[in-house]
């Protein structure tokens, strides 16, 4: 796809959009032209000649041309992206609740897996984007529900650690936005007590230093942890 049509496309797209009827329809639709994004981008594909199409949703659609070799498409696909999942808050909100961690053919239902994808293949810049919605996400009050869920799965807990260890300080910053979810959390399951108990020494030390880098976000975050104290043996 020509850059230019993809731009143009993409004003189309976010237009529309602003229409909380067709945002609905976008995110419940299915596009099954392409065997897969990447064919769609233009990417090399798999030869496989017995292997039958699948049938994708336009969100991921979207979420692979965000990752897109070309900048300008990339940049111009988040932006639908983000228009997409922040725009109609309630709609979306009820959209993830109904379908998160659900098991159907659909890739859409599974958001977040695919954007902690994106975030752990991604280049710098795109990384930061995705993990900041992941957070604008996570912190909104209508998505209270699905942040709850969400902060309940050690899988996802631990990729925030790993992130929290990133090079660079915006991505350590978005992913403290994320991480203290987890620790603020009351009903802590036993797996991520358990973690956060194992690693509370490093913890506590990334806490001081993030501290005197961003100007205090993690002191509440060290009372937290060394109030759970080490797990039992």
């Keep these: 796809m020509p850059p230019e049509s993809a731009l143009f496309k993409g004003m189309l ?11 609905l329809k976008f995110l419940n639709s299915n596009l099954s032209t392409y065997k897969c994004p990447q064919e769609a981008l233009g990417l090399p594909v798999s030869d496989d000649s017995e292997a039958e199409p699948s049938v994708y949703s336009l969100l991921d659609m979207l979420l692979e041309f965000v990752q897109a070799p070309n900048y300008d498409i990339a940049s111009d696909s988040f932006a639908s992206l983000k228009e997409i999942l922040t725009r109609h808050k309630d709609m979306v909100a009820e959209f993830l609740e109904t379908n998160y961690e659900k098991v159907p053919v659909l890739l859409y239902v599974k958001i977040f897996t695919k954007l902690h994808a994106i975030i752990m293949t991604a280049n710098y810049l795109t990384k930061r984007q995705v993990l900041k919605l992941v957070g604008e996400l996570l912190l909104d009050r209508s998505n209270y529900e699905v942040m709850s869920m969400y902060i309940t799965s050690s899988a996802h807990m631990k990729l925030l650690m790993t992130l929290l260890r990133d090079k660079s300080h915006n991505i350590q910053y978005e992913s403290f936005q994320v991480f203290k979810l987890f620790l603020a959390n009351p009903s802590k399951p036993k797996q991520i007590v358990d973690i956060i108990s194992n690693n509370k020494e490093k913890l506590l ?3 001081k230093g993030f ?4 100007s205090g976000p993690g002191s509440d975050g060290r009372c937290i942890i060394i109030r759970l104290g080490p797990v039992p043996r």
Excluded: G, T, V
């Design 13 to 23: 797209l976010r237009e529309s959009l602003k229409q909380e009827c067709l945002a």
């Design 205 to 207: 030390a990334f806490l």
């Design 211 to 214: 501290e005197m880098d961003f």
